[in-house]
């Protein structure tokens, strides 16, 4: 019985390794890698847009790692005396080490609905925000930001590009390879996994146990037909490789 990780690369490999060396069988699948965004070059003029008191948000490593890129290339740096949000606690790390300043995040709920819960993001009235972000996504941040007085404008500095679009050769190889626990990290990735096998596919998909960061995906999930879930609070690859050790340890799932 394997564990199938298909979160993007490098995090992916990471993971599996790790599993790896503490002596479960784990199989890295990414689903998609990233490139630049449609406004990756326009990344500092964005953030020149903003004033004391104004905020930039990110939502993923990726979005900060893309952006830096940006300023980088520029000859640009992170503009002072505004805040820096993340949602989820990585994303905060990975932007504070980028900008060196104090990045303010969720400590409970690593979601958009735990960032927007934070008290200095309750009023925005007359405050300008840059959310920095890959292609689609939620509108959740914008939207409820705006309804609070700010002014929001997106930068897609990067953007998500499936690898596959046809995943019914590796599902069969999947099932033949005992997969029976699935770590997904996003309800695109959740979605797109599912949307490119056969019905007969999907049928053995939702029989494996599925480790999922957010309430949001676990309520898509089931709705897809998944009952065996395990929701984390964060996507970090620390905590899911405890949580999966600890499943195993109860017996919740099996590694053997």
Same mark, same amino acid.
């Given at each position: !019985?394997? /564990? ?14 790790? =599993? ?7 199989? &890295? ?33 990726? $979005? ?9 290339? &520029?000859?640009?740096? #992170? ?18 080490? @980028?900008?060196?300043? !104090?990045?303010?995040?969720?400590? +409970? ?14 009023? !925005? ?5 840059? /959310? ?28 998500? /590009? ?11 190889? #999947? ?15 959740? $979605? ?11 049928? #053995? ?6 480790? /999922?960061?957010? $309430? ?7 709705? =897809? ?7 984390? @609070? ?20 099996? +590694?053997?």
């Amino acid at each position: !019985m394997t /564990i199938l990780v298909v979160r993007p690369s490098p995090d992916a490999e990471a993971l599996a390794e790790q =599993l790896g060396q503490a002596g479960y069988r784990a199989l &890295a699948h990414p689903l998609l890698t990233t490139g630049e965004g449609c406004e990756f070059a326009e990344v500092p003029a964005r953030l020149k847009t903003l004033q004391p008191g104004d905020a930039v948000i990110a939502v993923s490593p990726n $979005a900060v790692s893309y952006a830096a890129d940006a300023l980088r290339q &520029a000859g640009d740096y #992170w503009p002072a005396d505004i805040n820096y949000y993340a949602v989820g606690q990585r994303t905060a790390s990975v932007f504070a080490q @980028e900008t060196g300043r !104090m990045v303010a995040s969720p400590s +409970n709920s690593q979601t958009s609905e735990g960032l927007l819960g934070l008290p200095e993001l309750a009023s !925005m009235q007359g405050r300008r925000v840059v /959310i920095l972000r890959g292609n689609g996504g939620r509108d959740l941040i914008a939207r409820t930001l705006s309804e609070r007085g700010a002014q929001v404008d997106y930068c897609e500095c990067y953007q998500r /590009i499936w690898l596959s679009n046809d995943l019914s050769s590796e599902c069969n190889q #999947w099932h033949s390879l005992g997969i029976t626990t699935l770590v997904v990290t996003s309800g695109e990735q959740l $979605a797109h996994l599912f949307n490119n096998v056969t019905p007969e596919q999907q049928q #053995w998909l939702v029989t494996c146990h599925l480790l /999922i960061p957010s $309430a949001r995906i676990a309520s898509q999930a089931k709705q =897809l037909g998944f009952s065996q879930l395990t929701q984390v @609070e964060s996507a970090a690859n620390t905590t899911l490789f405890n949580t999966l050790r600890e499943l195993m340890h109860k017996g919740t799932i099996h +590694n053997d």
